[in-house]
């Protein structure tokens, strides 16, 4: 079984920056398909990126492309979520999730195991 803790997570102004890592213990990180997802007060949790299990490809919902990226350590049993020029609609918890698969789930329940999820505000 994996386990992923978040970090990263914090209070930040419109137009800056954060970088969320996300870093999992256990042998089948390599084998795992990564996603982010977040979820604000009131809403549901919605997808925001994924990315495959060598790195090649990534995903990414419309709302955050070209402010928002993906990347993989394997080495490391690492995935981060490299954030910029935020806006205030981008504050909710955000939560890491895998699964062991070939495909790139975009649905919560495509995935097996998630973190804790870390705090993300953006003040405007």
């Known amino acids: 079984q994996v386990q992923l803790v978040e970090s990263g997570g914090g209070l930040v102004q419109a137009g800056g920056s954060l970088r969320l890592s996300c870093a999992a213990s256990?042998?089948?990180?390599?084998?795992?398909?990564m996603g982010w997802f977040r979820q604000a007060p009131g809403k549901e949790r919605e997808f925001v990126a994924a990315?495959?299990?060598?790195?090649?490809?990534?995903y990414y919902a419309d709302s955050v492309k070209g402010r928002l990226t993906i990347s993989r350590d394997n080495a490391k049993n690492t995935v981060y979520l490299q954030m910029n020029s935020l806006k205030s609609e981008d504050t909710a918890v955000y939560y890491c999730?895998?699964?062991?698969?070939?495909?790139?789930?975009?649905?919560?329940?495509?995935?097996?195991?998630w973190g804790q999820g870390t705090q993300v505000t953006v003040s405007s």
């Open positions: 999730a895998g699964v062991n698969s070939i495909v790139v789930p975009r649905a919560a329940r495509g995935y097996d195991y």
């Open positions: 256990g042998r089948t990180f390599s084998s795992s398909v």
């Open positions: 990315i495959s299990r060598g790195g090649g490809s990534t």
